[in-house]
């Protein structure tokens, strides 16, 4: 038998010690197919058979009943070895895996059995509307169903605005510490040494790529140990060295950093005076700082702790922004306050760039003295090499770039200080009232801009003479910047200017006033319905869709409605703010009457001076009663289960699961019984084949950039454990682990299969869209769950604190490193649930397809065609020509098609493996003899692709679908087969010859 794929080693019930592995095949999975071959008859030696039913909501799961009504018939439904199901297809695959369980020899096509399937596919046609079994207006069915998803979207909403609000209170609080900063001396010193900490930690970084790029030559451990004992000391004497000397020229110039306002008429004289102390001191500082962090590395080194090949420290993203573009941020606000105290203090005459630009000097020579200490140090990191000749030159290298620095310090400084001169004169046009907000807004992503620009000056200097990885980093570095100073930006604009939306509105006329809030209605509404659909799902470059004009506009749609619904939350939380903040203060708003002759540019002015400042008091304590209000929420509110997940995990069971049940009694109210799930692990009785679940682990915030376009990977749930086997960032697979590693057994079967079928989530998979994410996550169109990382240690399968993961869902940033995964349906992924089949090289597949494809496009095989060739070096052949729709009519030639799987070989010297697909199509042809069949198409044309969108079957749906089911299944095992591909099929599997040979001879 073919090698299957084991889950975690440990599969007692008892918590690894490590994360999970990829551990050899054999054991759980290999022997329960062991063991139910056994109880069916099926020869050991044979090859391995697995039927996988695609997604589709409950159109897959009823045209599958019909299928397996027709395999039972036939007497092949026992002889599967597994079961793989994706979204809609685990509804009934779930249905009969739980009849499995429940009543041993369910698959057995004896008259009595036949009954018992009757009785319970009865009860499935009585609950085909399981979202709401009774729908109307006056269905209670119908507005609990409303209810539970208003709840939920109330709680999520609540979470998220308190958290919004918690932003936006921010800025009222930090704009009394930005007025009154540039008083504090002793606290200017933070930012100073912030700004050092961040040069320190970007000196580091290059420092680690000239080591990776110049590495010692191999055996020279001895050596190297000997230079970093020697650098250790050298390190450490200049350490004592530069502090001993900064503290004595201090002392000696008796030097003041910080001067409290722009000196006048300074001149060449004043500027040595003011310089000759800050520049040596500056660079002392950050000399012996740099000297320290050296003597820290060598002795990390020495102890054993880090590699002797390589030291220094090498940041990753997170770390980038923790410890270098947060320090900057935050001494650009520090500085920038600097700036507008300079400007406050000389309004008349107005200050000209000349005057500021000399005067500047005497205000800020420490802090461009700083500044010049890190274009120096950053230089001094940023060479290729500093031994040698310069060849065209004839210069030592060590000469010219001793050049190149001074020539570069110089240039940078001249920019910087330029740059401050600018900002200066900017911020002195503001008006004295509403400039401090100004200034707090612009001010820090302006420095923070300079500061760049100074970067990428000093880049170009150095030209060739830099690595290529250092120039790519010093780019990367300044994205994060400007992501951080636009985010800086869009938080203070909202919090300070969004109260003025109230003056501008209230100066419309009154109908006018109703155009902005309705059409943010409309657009958010808009985008709601367009994420949702199925023209905007997928990428095309994946799905193989050309676009149309109708998908383009849709497009465009789902992505400007986000953006739209983000700033008019973010405006109304910011009013409401306001509002609250000078109503419980004991203050007034500005009237509509006082802003009725205020101009447009100039009617924030007008209200800010109109409107009574809320009391920092009140702001603080608003503050502090919001944020412990957000922990409260994010530790009560379950991320799973108040999303819809368990609104519909609940009525999937009801409907499915209870319908394997005979002696249900559920609560008279509620009509739901408890008893109806049962844990996964039950599955593991080996009463019936084994069943995969698959789903989708999101990983839209990987760093692994193959998964650039995936956004996620496969996820499977079998009896023994819940996983991944995919390779994630080259660190191995996400692994798998024991149900019996957490909480109450793990997961229930109930809640595989709603996890499965979670089409609707922010993280999607292929369709995953940061854009979309917050507008789906905001209005609880959540039906995916997060789930354990295997690789951690846990026993909870859902996170105790949904704070995180919540945020994660807002932006659609869920990945593979956290403690929780984000999973949703299987068809994000493969819509087939042939992938893991393949996985396990399966030699006969049978993979019926009833996703929503009118136009036989056959997106989900052409996805599944690409993932197993790239991921296994499988190759399938596979003709869907007879599958298409015919000229001018919406029939296919046929139902099914058989192809040929080509799987690699194991390992060398063993010869490759050849199986067999069997690919059957929800379609209508000639061979269709019910008339019931095509009397429903005639009044449903798009029968047997109606939307998926649809989940309340009549019927007359159900029964549609079901019969359409019976009739593919026995026409691909009797009429759709040549003899070619029975022979093929028959050499696989023997066992199958008696039901294939007496469908042919029928």
């Keep these: 038998m073919s090698a299957v794929l084991k889950p975690q080693a440990r599969l007692d019930g008892k918590p690894d010690a490590g994360p999970a592995q990829e551990i050899r095949a054999q054991d759980p999975e290999s022997q329960h197919i062991d063991d139910w071959r056994r109880q069916a008859n099926v020869p050991p030696d044979a090859a391995s058979a697995g039927l996988a039913f695609s997604g589709g909501g409950i159109r897959s799961a009823t045209l599958?009943?019909?299928?397996?009504?027709?395999?039972?018939?036939?007497?092949?439904?026992?002889?599967?070895?597994?079961?793989?199901?994706?979204?809609?297809?685990?509804?009934?695959?779930?249905?009969?895996?739980?009849?499995?369980?429940?009543?041993?020899?369910?698959?057995?096509?004896?008259?009595?059995?036949?009954?018992?399937?009757?009785?319970?596919?009865?009860?499935?046609?009585?609950?085909?509307?399981?979202?709401?079994?009774?729908?109307?207006?006056?269905?209670?069915?119908?507005?609990?169903?409303?209810?539970?998803?208003?709840?939920?979207?109330?709680?999520?909403?609540?979470?998220?605005?308190?958290?919004i609000v918690v932003a936006l209170l921010l800025p009222h609080l930090a704009k009394d510490w930005?007025?009154?900063?540039?008083?504090?001396?002793?606290?200017?010193?933070?930012?100073?040494?912030?700004?050092?900490?961040?040069?320190?930690?970007?000196?580091?970084?290059?420092?680690?790529?000239?080591?990776?790029?110049?590495?010692?030559?191999?055996?020279?451990?001895g050596a190297e140990r000997k230079q970093l004992q020697v650098a250790l000391g050298i390190c450490g004497m200049l350490t004592v060295g530069c502090a001993l000397l900064g503290w004595y020229l201090w002392q000696v110039f008796d030097f003041q950093p910080f001067p409290k306002a722009l000196p006048v008429g300074v001149h060449s004289g004043a500027v040595v005076r003011l310089g000759a102390p800050a520049v040596p001191i500056a660079m002392l500082i950050m000399g012996g700082a740099l000297a320290f962090v050296g003597g820290v590395a060598c002795a990390h080194t020495l102890a054993g702790r880090e590699s002797a090949v390589n030291f220094w420290p090498d940041f990753g993203q997170g770390k980038v922004?923790?410890?270098?573009?947060?320090?900057?941020?935050?001494?650009?606000?520090?500085?920038?306050?600097?700036?507008?105290?300079?400007?406050?203090?000389?309004?008349?005459?107005?200050?000209?760039?000349?005057?500021?630009?000399?005067?500047?000097?005497?205000?800020?020579?420490?802090?461009?003295?700083?500044?010049f200490a890190a274009v120096l140090v950053l230089a001094c990191c940023s060479f290729k090499r500093w031994a040698g000749t310069k060849t065209r030159l004839r210069l030592p290298r060590f000469a010219f770039n001793l050049f190149l620095i001074g020539v570069c310090s110089v240039l940078c400084i001249v920019l910087l200080h330029a740059s401050f001169a600018g900002i200066v004169v900017l911020m002195n046009t503001f008006h004295p009232t509403a400039g401090a907000w100004h200034a707090f807004i612009w001010g820090p992503p302006l420095v923070l801009s300079a500061f760049a620009s100074t970067v990428t000056l000093m880049i170009g200097i150095l030209g060739r003479?830099?690595?290529?990885?250092?120039?790519?980093?010093?780019?990367?570095?300044?994205?994060?910047?400007?992501?951080?100073?636009?985010?800086?930006?869009?938080?203070?604009?909202?919090?300070?200017?969004?109260?003025?939306?109230?003056?501008?509105?209230?100066?419309?006329?009154?109908?006018?006033?109703?155009?902005?809030?309705?059409?943010?209605?409309?657009?958010?509404?808009?985008?709601?319905?367009?994420?949702?659909?199925?023209?905007?799902k997928g990428d095309s470059k994946i799905r193989s869709r050309e676009p149309t004009?109708?998908?383009?506009?849709?497009?465009?749609?789902?992505?400007?409605?986000?953006?739209?619904?983000?700033?008019?939350?973010?405006?109304?939380?910011?009013?409401?703010?306001?509002?609250?903040?000078?109503?419980?203060?004991?203050g007034t708003l500005a009237s509509a009457a006082e802003l009725a002759q205020c101009q447009p540019h100039d009617c924030w002015r007008a209200f800010l001076e109109n409107t009574a400042k809320p009391d920092p008091a009140v702001v603080r304590l608003a503050l502090g009663a919001v944020l412990l209000l957000l922990l409260?929420?994010?530790?009560?509110?379950?991320?799973?289960?108040?999303?819809?997940?368990?609104?519909?995990?609940?009525?999937?069971?009801?409907?499915?699961?209870?319908?394997?049940?005979?002696?249900?009694?559920?609560?008279?109210?509620?009509?739901?019984?408890?008893?109806?799930?049962?844990?996964?692990?039950?599955?593991?009785?080996?009463?019936?084949?084994?069943?995969?679940?698959?789903?989708?682990?999101?990983?839209?915030?990987?760093?692994?950039?193959?998964?650039?376009?995936?956004?996620?990977?496969?996820?499977?749930?079998?009896?023994?454990?819940?996983?991944?086997?995919?390779?994630i960032n080259g660190n191995g697979a996400i692994g798998f682990r024991a149900h019996g590693c957490y909480d109450n057994g793990g997961m229930s079967l109930g809640e595989a299969m709603a996890t499965s079928g979670a089409a609707a989530s922010p993280n999607q998979g292929f369709h995953t869209a940061p854009s979309v994410a917050f507008m789906m996550t905001m209005f609880n169109a959540r039906l995916g769950r997060w789930c354990a990382n295997p690789r951690r240690s846990n026993t909870s399968l859902g996170p105790w604190f949904s704070l995180l993961y919540l945020v994660k869902e807002l932006f659609g940033t869920a990945d593979e490193r956290s403690k929780y995964l984000m999973i949703s349906d299987g068809g994000h992924f493969d819509n087939l649930g042939a992938y893991e089949l393949i996985r396990r090289r399966c030699k006969l597949i049978v993979v019926v397809d009833a996703e929503c494809d009118p136009e036989r496009r056959f997106g989900a095989l052409g996805t599944l065609l690409r993932l197993v060739q790239?991921?296994?070096?499988?190759?399938?052949?596979?003709?869907?020509?007879?599958?298409?729709?015919?000229?001018?009519?919406d029939m296919s030639k046929a139902h099914c098609a058989v192809g040929r799987i080509f799987y690699p070989a194991l390992r060398p010297g063993v010869d490759a493996e050849e199986?067999?697909?069997?690919?059957?199509?929800?379609?209508?042809?000639?061979?269709?003899?019910?008339?019931?069949?095509?009397?429903?198409?005639?009044?449903?044309?798009?029968?047997?692709?109606?939307?998926?969108?649809?989940?309340?079957?009549?019927?007359?749906?159900?029964?549609?679908?079901?019969?359409?089911?019976?009739?593919?299944?026995?026409?691909?095992?009797?009429?759709?087969?040549?003899?070619?591909?029975?022979?093929?099929?028959?050499?696989?599997?023997?066992?199958?010859?008696?039901?294939?040979?007496?469908?042919?001879g029928a």
């Design 549 to 586: 004009a109708m998908s383009i506009g849709l497009e465009v749609v789902a992505k400007v409605a986000p953006t739209v619904f983000i700033v008019g939350l973010l405006l109304g939380v910011a009013m409401a703010i306001n509002f609250v903040l000078v109503k419980v203060g004991g």
């Design 64 to 163: 599958g009943l019909g299928v397996l009504e027709a395999l039972r018939d036939l007497k092949l439904l026992g002889r599967f070895d597994y079961l793989s199901s994706v979204s809609g297809g685990g509804y009934i695959m779930g249905w009969l895996s739980a009849h499995c369980h429940r009543h041993p020899g369910w698959l057995g096509a004896e008259r009595n059995n036949v009954a018992r399937w009757d009785k319970s596919i009865a009860y499935l046609s009585k609950y085909s509307n399981y979202l709401s079994p009774r729908l109307g207006m006056f269905s209670a069915d119908t507005w609990t169903m409303l209810t539970v998803w208003a709840r939920n979207a109330f709680l999520v909403q609540l979470t998220v605005v308190c958290g």
């Design 321 to 371: 922004q923790l410890l270098v573009v947060l320090p900057l941020l935050f001494t650009s606000v520090g500085f920038s306050a600097v700036l507008w105290s300079a400007a406050l203090k000389h309004r008349a005459p107005p200050l000209a760039f000349g005057d500021v630009f000399l005067a500047g000097l005497g205000f800020w020579p420490f802090p461009l003295s700083f500044a």
């Design 178 to 221: 930005f007025m009154s900063w540039p008083e504090h001396e002793r606290w200017r010193w933070a930012s100073v040494a912030l700004f050092v900490f961040a040069v320190l930690c970007i000196a580091a970084n290059q420092l680690h790529q000239r080591r990776r790029a110049h590495p010692p030559p191999p055996g020279s451990a």
């Design 632 to 727: 409260v929420l994010g530790w009560r509110i379950d991320v799973n289960e108040f999303s819809l997940q368990a609104f519909y995990r609940s009525r999937l069971v009801r409907c499915y699961l209870g319908a394997s049940r005979t002696g249900r009694s559920p609560q008279e109210f509620t009509q739901f019984d408890d008893d109806d799930d049962l844990p996964v692990t039950d599955l593991a009785s080996r009463r019936g084949p084994l069943h995969l679940i698959n789903c989708t682990v999101n990983l839209g915030g990987s760093k692994d950039l193959s998964l650039h376009t995936r956004h996620g990977a496969s996820f499977t749930v079998t009896p023994y454990a819940i996983g991944s086997g995919s390779p």
């Design 465 to 536: 003479a830099s690595l290529e990885g250092m120039r790519e980093w010093w780019s990367r570095l300044a994205a994060w910047l400007w992501i951080y100073a636009i985010g800086w930006n869009v938080v203070a604009m909202s919090a300070i200017y969004g109260p003025t939306f109230v003056p501008w509105l209230a100066n419309l006329e009154s109908w006018q006033k109703f155009v902005p809030v309705m059409g943010w209605i409309g657009t958010t509404v808009a985008g709601l319905l367009a994420a949702n659909s199925g023209a905007t």
């Design 870 to 889: 790239v991921d296994f070096d499988t190759r399938i052949d596979l003709d869907t020509a007879p599958l298409r729709p015919l000229p001018d009519s």
């Design 915 to 1000: 199986g067999v697909l069997v690919y059957i199509k929800a379609s209508l042809t000639d061979a269709v003899r019910d008339a019931s069949l095509w009397q429903y198409h005639a009044t449903h044309p798009s029968f047997p692709h109606e939307s998926t969108g649809d989940q309340f079957y009549g019927e007359d749906q159900f029964e549609s679908y079901r019969r359409l089911g019976r009739h593919l299944a026995h026409n691909a095992f009797g009429a759709g087969l040549d003899a070619d591909d029975i022979d093929r099929i028959v050499a696989l599997r023997p066992d199958f010859a008696d039901a294939l040979g007496a469908r042919q």
